[in-house]
């Protein structure tokens, strides 16, 4: 078959049910169908290159990784029926290929990295909503302060909301912590190699904090044109 820019094209014809069954698992991988069909074609090379050399032979050896398959070094895990076993179900519990599954748990371990899976995700994201919430509320309730401190008129209730909305972001951080802690417990990484902040990252966010108060407090107030619940314009 002809070259199209140093590449040539493999097909062949398959029965239609193991089409689709191998479409269905490629969608859950980078790159579809034709992307697998290229890791396919080089992990069969690579494997053929690996016996060729167990036994002494030194057949022609392909070092080019085909366009699709990824621009990291390929590398070639062999393990026993019940080891591939035991990774097939870890990577199908985590709604993953075996692949990625073994990339995933390499990465936490190497680069301290999360490695998510569908759940974690959507807690993730349903808790950055809360936070959103929250943090509305609190633009609200920091308008009614500064408009309280031009009139000398605090509403009751902002002390009260401030609290709440306060109790609030920390059930919602210990929720983004339950969600770390779960990942890092899964892949196993140690209690000494999980991230931590940076030293004094602490002390740094309480002095910005600070100046932060100091300099919203140095800005110059306008009155409000209009303060809630009262009829007269200023």
Same mark, same amino acid.
């Given at each position: 078959?002809?070259?199209?820019?140093?590449?040539?094209? &493999?097909?062949?014809? $398959?029965?239609?049910?193991?089409? @689709?069954?191998?479409?269905?698992?490629? #969608?859950?991988?980078?790159?579809?169908?034709?992307?697998?069909?290229?890791?396919?074609? +080089?992990?069969?090379?690579?494997?053929?290159?690996? @016996?060729?050399?167990?036994?002494?032979?030194?057949?022609?050896?392909?070092?080019?990784?085909?366009?699709?398959?990824?621009?990291?070094?390929?590398?070639?895990?062999?393990?026993?029926?019940?080891?591939?076993? +035991?990774?097939?179900?870890?990577?199908?519990?985590?709604? !993953?290929?075996?692949?990625?599954?073994?990339?995933?748990?390499? &990465?936490?371990?190497?680069? #301290?990295?999360?490695?998510?899976?569908?759940?974690?995700?959507?807690?993730?994201?349903? $808790?950055?909503?809360?936070?959103? +919430?929250?943090?509305?509320?609190?633009?609200?309730?920091?308008?009614?302060?500064?408009?309280? !401190?031009? !009139?000398?008129?605090?509403?009751?209730?902002?002390?009260?909301?401030?609290?709440?909305?306060?109790?609030? $972001?920390?059930?919602?951080?210990?929720?983004?912590?339950? $969600?770390? !802690?779960?990942?890092?417990?899964?892949?196993?990484?140690?209690?000494?190699? #999980?991230?931590?902040?940076?030293?004094?990252?602490?002390?740094?966010?309480?002095?910005? @904090?600070?100046?932060?108060?100091?300099?919203?407090?140095?800005?110059? #107030?306008?009155?409000?044109?209009?303060?809630?619940?009262?009829?007269?314009?200023?």
């Amino acid at each position: 078959m002809a070259d199209r820019n140093g590449q040539q094209l &493999l097909s062949t014809w $398959v029965p239609g049910e193991l089409a @689709a069954s191998f479409k269905a698992r490629a #969608r859950q991988t980078d790159g579809g169908a034709a992307a697998a069909l290229r890791r396919l074609i +080089a992990q069969t090379v690579d494997d053929a290159n690996s @016996a060729a050399d167990l036994h002494g032979a030194s057949p022609a050896r392909i070092s080019i990784v085909p366009r699709g398959v990824g621009r990291g070094e390929q590398i070639s895990v062999r393990l026993k029926a019940p080891e591939r076993l +035991a990774l097939a179900e870890a990577a199908q519990a985590q709604g !993953t290929t075996p692949a990625n599954w073994i990339r995933s748990l390499t &990465l936490i371990h190497l680069a #301290r990295r999360p490695q998510w899976n569908g759940a974690e995700v959507e807690a993730l994201r349903d $808790v950055f909503r809360e936070l959103r +919430a929250i943090g509305n509320n609190v633009n609200q309730m920091a308008h009614a302060l500064n408009i309280a !401190t031009t !009139t000398n008129m605090y509403p009751a209730e902002q002390g009260s909301a401030a609290r709440e909305a306060v109790e609030l $972001v920390r059930i919602e951080m210990r929720r983004v912590v339950a $969600v770390m !802690t779960g990942n890092f417990d899964y892949w196993g990484l140690p209690d000494a190699e #999980r991230p931590r902040a940076a030293p004094g990252a602490l002390r740094r966010a309480k002095a910005q @904090a600070q100046l932060d108060e100091v300099q919203r407090k140095l800005r110059p #107030r306008r009155r409000p044109a209009r303060f809630a619940g009262d009829g007269d314009t200023y």
